[in-house]
């Protein structure tokens, strides 16, 4: 089976006629001052069945938040598809439900509509999600130059650590719920337009989702291993690996490129945001991305990130 | 577990704050003259694994369709999430892409966005379809009136039959076609704004999805079961079976309400959309459906429609 980038460009680009598209290779559309996109997760391959029904709700809506973060947009309103197992709960659905209540109050979102179907198989949930940006403002993935410098929030590799921690049945909590409810960079992405050049949150992991801006933008990224920015958790569980942490998924941190004289503006939009925001490359003629090692060298990368197939 | 229409109303209901989602009484949300619409369709539960993959592609288009052609919207765009089994071959993808195409081109549409995700279940395959309406004049479900007349369009329980006919085995291409790929009534919805006092598609079975409209109204709707539409293949595969017909899902005609005032212009737009409609009832005070036999009396009903708990 190709992987998914293949069918997306291959079978789909080609169905995605409007300029409000972007031929599939940004994670939105834009309508306008619109801006949308959608995401789905499943139980067995996104979250453990097991897992508590409101982070679950939680995640369904953060991974979109965690799109619609980057692109600078501001998040209002999504549509919610529940497919369910028949011998799905009450009490499930109702603790579901007080998830996604908690985070329409944290975010500032309302529920649109949905569709609730039975299913044979696991239980997987649709999030269409809906923000707005002024016309033009978007932050997009093909505008990085030659000479920008290249930024991550927060920290990377903690969700995989915690997925990792939870099929090892260790006890890390805060690895553990990195990877349940991710914190999407909503304030700080809207804090960015006008200053990155290009955006994309770090979903499938940060070598393969920098590649996308690579790819787009037709430049090479360069990073440097020792200059992303680890947690203590994750460096206490993990050890001091920025390999790891650079190609594992989940992240839901904004990756970003800026000129750098926007350099101040970048720590500035990160202090107004109360989000640390590192400084962990440049962007240079090529194609591609490198993570150096402390001597310079491109480290050989097994794979860059999750893929589906 | 609950029905589905239980667990909307009280637990996704509450959670629909905007007056855009209508809480959630209607198919559709209405941001300004958007209107949008999402559902899912997942193999084994709305349509047969080895359905050729250009008819499932038609289908999960068209059952979103035909929520925007009863609310009088055009359609323009739409996101695509696709949940796929590992072993999903290139040449199905390739065969479910041209579908899309072709149905993007019959009803002048877009692919704006999408996910595509693996799953250890059956495929799924959700759509969210994205329709204009002039502002304030997409046709709701709660306008039904006191006196107005019903209507539907095309023929019902053609579609039912054809499931009947493919789990038994038998050759009702015609039947079997209107299962795989329904015909949403673009052109008539939007003729019917202006006209239609109260609209909806019929998905989930007449009786059932004439109920939301009696619900949201409040008022009664009775139904003259010699009336209702069946068609000439419907005849010979089922026989004179109006009640079957009226309770069995995936018709998507329009079922509407307008003023007795209007039946000619219900007339004029069913042949400018060239799209047979019949009279079936009215609206009376009262509340709930009453589906009629030959003599004035309510035909007692074992189901109203399809429901997935």
Redesign the interface.
């Known amino acids: ?2 992987s ?1 980038f293949d ?2 460009a291959d ?2 680009a ?5 300029k ?2 972007m031929g ?1 290779k940004d ?3 834009i ?1 306008g001052e ?1 801006v ?7 139980a ?3 979250f453990f069945p097991n897992d508590p029904p409101d982070t679950i709700a939680k995640k369904a809506l953060r991974v979109n938040l965690s799109d619609l973060a980057a692109k600078g947009a501001r998040p209002f ?1 999504y ?3 529940l ?2 197992p ?5 009490s499930w ?2 603790r ?2 007080k998830g ?2 908690a985070d ?1 109050k944290t975010f500032g979102l ?13 239980l ?1 949930i ?1 999030v ?1 999600m ?1 923000g707005r940006a002024p016309r033009g403002k978007a932050i997009l993935r093909n505008r990085a130059r030659v000479g920008d410098l290249v930024f991550v929030s927060g920290t990377l590799g903690d969700s995989g650590a915690g997925l990792a921690a939870l099929k090892a049945r260790k006890k890390q909590p805060k690895l553990i719920a990195r990877y349940r409810v991710p914190e999407p960079r909503v304030a700080l992405g809207q804090k960015l337009r006008g200053v990155a050049s290009a955006a994309l949150d770090v979903s499938d992991g940060l070598v393969a989702d920098l590649g996308h801006i690579a790819d787009t933008s037709g430049v090479h990224i360069v990073l440097d291993a020792r200059a992303l920015p680890l947690s203590k958790a994750y460096r206490a569980f993990i050890g001091n690996d920025p390999v790891r942490a650079a190609t594992s998924g989940d992240d839901y941190e904004i990756a970003f490129t800026a000129p750098r004289s926007r350099r101040a503006k970048v720590l500035a939009a990160a202090k107004a945001a109360r989000v640390p925001v590192t400084e962990i490359g440049w962007v240079m003629k090529g194609r591609g991305v490198a993570l150096l090692d402390a001597s310079g060298r491109p480290i050989a990368l097994k794979k860059k990130g999750w893929q ?2």
């Open positions: 089976m190709p998914e069918i997306i079978l789909f080609p169905l995605a006629t409007s409000a598209a599939l994670d939105v559309a309508l619109i949308l996109t959608t995401d789905t997760i499943i067995g391959v996104d309103g549509l919610l598809t497919t369910l028949r011998n799905t709960s009450e659905l109702g579901f439900a996604l209540r329409q309302t529920l649109l509509g949905g569709d609730i179907s039975s299913t044979p198989g696991p997987g649709t269409a809906f589906h197939f």
